[in-house]
């Protein structure tokens, strides 16, 4: 009988021998490595994280003790050690249980959390709560050295330091973020791994923290017993662990980066998947061409190289010419403008989930100073994605601040004309919405002049309905124009508008000659995006609009076909509110 | 004849004795304190950096050597330094020369810069362009020990430690920020000037910095020793230098809170204006008696009490229900997510334009969360700030964030009525557009229950022609229909929205029986913003639409009179526009 079988609660695992400990943190990992397997996740932070949630279930007494897991991407083992393992081990319940704390699942689980950086910052709030209503529990925040490079994670720790009660930061140090950690940062977490934790130089004790180091991260005894040290501390505590990314999986200690997360059907995986062309390749190719041709260019991320298809193979080319930045999107785009500014060529690749953390920087440093970088958007979409990783929000987000120029390109051959165009020119701040999902190809170079902005593209005039086809929806306009004619006999005009960011005024007032009704679809929530600057051009005619797009919501992981029948997001139901309209 | 007459470009400063310098900095002074008293500005940062600003000029070479000044408010003496002289000294020339630095004003600007920690990323963007560029130059960043409290200065820092080239940070330790310095970080700061810079324990050498302490930072001399020894560095270094916040004007010297920014007229001003009733106070006011009846509430400020009028008094009278957490808006919306998640009831005053500065944490700390906490935004408006202090945007950034409710209160009555619902219940997170300008009053208790989310309220019914005015605009909607009724004998209907988040459908749907037009006026951007909403919403039908707010774009110390005409924002254009449709 396994030790897991067990334990079920927290309370199981506080009467559990430290040899059985040992043998649960093997369950764990054995049923860690099956889910993922079967259905994708992160793999290389939970497995190392293992013995370090077995030692504070032991030690704390959670709920009443906090658990506020950074990113919450390791949360894994707190999961199945709090009543939730069957959502690890019944594939039946596998989507039962999300891959991110939630307090919807459990009474163990404080915050909805997925984006980086946050924990401190939420733990010193439950901190001062805890306080003003003369509660006592000890609330303690788990964060990843890579999660350390956020802003935010500082911010965190500058205030943290001072709250004078009980707040205890267990820092997960495993050496990686998820490619290699970047910054000054880490020279001192490195010098204060050689010296066991006792080197003078130490920024955590500089901030105030009392300061505690665990060399063996991974074992189950050592991690008690400094945990049982710190409990009930009456003043803001660091225990710095150093733990093994992957431990227990050997592929994944080997290579931290590739096995960090990892799609379905890894364990039978052979070699490589064969190359194909994608966006992401496109935009390799591209950048590597460009550098090669002696262009300053500098490829960014804010380390998250493998999300946008910035190989190792990529970065070791590029050299000097690419910069990981650590989790700092606001950092990455001021950089991205002080390159421009001074005459790089910045091409910056981020997810649409994440450009959000660095609105300020778009306002302030790029779009306010007009520096001509490139900010390429990654997966923006209607998403089916987790609730904390939605890409669905970059258009209102972007779009509506001046003087950044937002594109929608609807194939390889736009994408990569507005690529070429926004690195070589220098008046604009360029945002390129990168087509998500598969490669669409005309066949036919695109030459458009990107400079003369604002400018809609007609891809098949027609008359009554009009059709505005936004980037990744390009293609259902054309299955919407295909729809009206065969149900309705309407030859639509079919238009692919490129810019998001402006109104094509003239090409707007000719279609009030010969339609009655225009359409506007977009990959994205619908309000303060696209579609609603239509509907505010035709305000005060007699042109009706129709707005699809997605609703103003976080969903979580639900089908897309469940959300674009719920958006009305399919030919059918969109020629169905255009007879109601016109017919 | 002063040594400033004769000082017009960095290449004069350096033609200059030692004793001239200092004679220099007693004439910058003098015209700084006399042109903020003719027409207010930054004082103490200014007067405190006058020295390292001639040492700079004295040893650098800008415009080949680059200056980045953090928030740039302190940019005054290199102004002065760099051809702009005039424009503090003549009166005339005043409005020519804006508070912070600006590349259309002069080669030796480089960003248009106003929010704060950016500098260090802005200058490891221009040092790598410089590298991949192959040319020599010293990039120097200059950065207060309060902006140090950002994320993004971290995120700087991190990064520009390991750029293996010439970058120079000097770190202007005055002992403030805008308020006190709040957290740890300003203990290793206090560390280091105690141990006259050689401290073991320190941030910079931590994480990697070569590092040089100054503690007569305002003597010339010992400036120009150290500059000339970091000049042309191989390597990322910091120069911490003490100041003297205010230096030269004895009441900045003393309350340097105070003197950070003044009004026009601070010279002759005698004691203190007389109370009267503000959003401001009734905010403090409230919190205060909140406090008092012992709810768990917890005033916090990103650093900026003075501009949401939490005054000393008010911070003192608070004790531990107040925080100031830096300058760190992602950390203070974290943060009040945290208390709200524990059960306390955070309340977080920020500015319009500041506010930007967290969208992420909006999204996903606060919003995704749930969490019942208040944000109180102040100052949205459009306009007549400097560009890099807009407070256009909040509408956009806000209202299109799922789960939030952004409230619009048009009066004292509302307001106060949003207030105290929102900090009772424990359902929302909430937002509320602070009434921006003068207090307006109706003199009736509001009761409106506000958990009933997306209820307009219609104020004066009418027909042909409703009028939504958003918030503070509901004066100008009031002001359209008198003279819809005088000039086209309309007696439109008055509706005030209060929900900037949400459609009142069935008000809409009713609204097409006897009305043709609807009007939406908001104080703010228009793209992204509420009226749009409402053009989609009637989209399909016959209703015809007309939103009025602001043009998307930066706009600069403009004249309100001159942004309203140019938006159309007059009762005049007004019933103009609404003519063409109707008449």
């Known amino acids: 009988m396994k030790i897991l079988d067990r334990v079920n609660t927290p309370q199981d695992v506080k009467g559990l021998s430290k040899d059985e400990m040992e043998l649960l943190a093997q369950d764990i990992r054995e049923v860690i490595i099956n889910k993922v397997n079967l259905i994708g996740g992160h793999l290389g932070p939970?497995?190392?994280i293992v013995e370090a949630t077995i030692a504070l279930h032991y030690v704390f007494n959670s709920p009443v003790d906090k658990f506020i897991f950074d990113v919450s991407h390791q949360c894994y083992p707190h999961k199945m050690l709090t009543g939730r393992k069957l959502g690890f081990i019944n594939p039946l319940e596998h989507p039962e249980i999300s891959g991110y704390s939630n307090p919807a699942e459990s009474e163990h689980d404080h915050f909805v959390i997925g984006h980086t950086s946050t924990s401190v910052t939420l733990a010193a709030g439950m901190a001062k709560a805890?306080?003003?209503?003369?509660?006592?529990s000890n609330i303690i925040a788990l964060i990843g050295d890579g999660s350390l490079s956020g802003g935010e994670a500082f911010e965190g720790?500058?205030?943290?330091?001072?709250?004078?009660?009980?707040m205890i930061i267990i820092v997960n140090d495993n050496e990686m973020s998820i490619a290699e950690n970047q910054g000054g940062l880490y020279k001192n977490l490195a010098l204060l791994r050689e010296t066991n934790g006792t080197a003078?130089?130490?920024?955590?004790?500089?901030?105030?923290?009392?300061?505690?180091y665990v060399e063996e991260g991974n074992n189950v005894e050592k991690l008690i017993e400094v945990f049982e040290e710190v409990k009930d501390t009456d003043h803001p505590t660091v225990v710095h662990i150093h733990t093994l990314k992957g431990k227990g999986y050997k592929p994944a200690e080997e290579d931290k980066e590739t096995y960090h997360w990892q799609l379905p059907g890894f364990l039978d995986k052979k070699g490589n998947a064969p190359a194909v062309e994608t966006y992401d390749s496109l935009t390799t190719d591209y950048i590597i061409r460009k550098k090669e041709e002696g262009l300053p260019i500098v490829a960014i991320s804010p380390a998250t190289p493998g999300a946008t298809g910035f190989s190792k193979e990529f970065r070791k080319q590029l050299g000097k010419h690419y910069t990981d930045v650590g989790i700092a999107e606001q950092h990455a785009v001021g950089y991205a403008s002080g390159i421009a500014r001074n005459g790089g060529k910045a091409v910056l690749?981020?997810?649409?989930?994440?450009?959000?953390?660095?609105?300020?920087?778009?306002?302030?440093d790029l779009a306010l100073n007009n520096s001509p970088a490139t900010i390429l958007v990654y997966w923006g979409s209607i998403s089916n994605a987790d609730m904390t990783h939605l890409q669905t929000f970059d258009i209102p987000l972007i779009s509506n601040i001046p003087n950044i120029v937002y594109l929608a390109p609807a194939n390889k051959e736009e994408y990569l004309a507005m690529l070429d165009w926004s690195v070589k020119q220098n008046e604009y701040p360029v945002a390129i919405r990168v087509p998500f999902g598969e490669l669409v190809s005309t066949g036919i170079e695109d030459t458009t002049d990107y400079s003369i902005l604002n400018k809609y593209k007609v891809e098949e005039p027609g008359e009554q309905v009009a059709i505005l086809g936004l980037g990744n929806f390009q293609k259902l306009a054309k299955e919407?124009?295909?729809e009206l004619l065969n149900k309705l006999g309407i030859n639509a005009t079919l238009i692919n508008p490129r810019f998001i960011?402006?109104?094509d005024a003239e090409l707007l007032d000719s279609l009030k000659q010969n339609h009655k009704?225009?359409?506007?679809?977009?990959?994205?929530?619908?309000?303060?995006?696209?579609?609603e600057k239509i509907s505010r051009y035709y305000g005060n005619s007699d042109m009706k609009v129709l707005n699809y797009g997605g609703k103003k919501e976080f969903t979580d992981r639900m089908p897309l076909e469940t959300l674009y029948k719920r958006y009305r997001l399919t030919k059918e139901l969109i020629t169905e509110d255009t007879a109601k309209i016109i017919m």
Chains 1, 2 share one sequence.
């Open 480 to 482: 919407v124009k295909q």
């Open 501 to 503: 960011t402006g109104v």
């Open 130 to 136: 805890r306080d003003l209503k003369g509660e006592k």
């Open 46 to 48: 939970d497995l190392g």
């Open 200 to 212: 003078e130089n130490n920024v955590f004790t500089a901030m105030g923290f009392d300061y505690y």
């Open 349 to 364: 690749g981020v997810l649409s989930s994440f450009i959000q953390r660095s609105y300020d920087q778009l306002s302030q």
């Open 517 to 531: 009704v225009v359409i506007t679809l977009e990959d994205g929530v619908l309000d303060g995006g696209f579609g």
């Open 157 to 166: 720790l500058n205030n943290a330091s001072v709250l004078n009660s009980n």
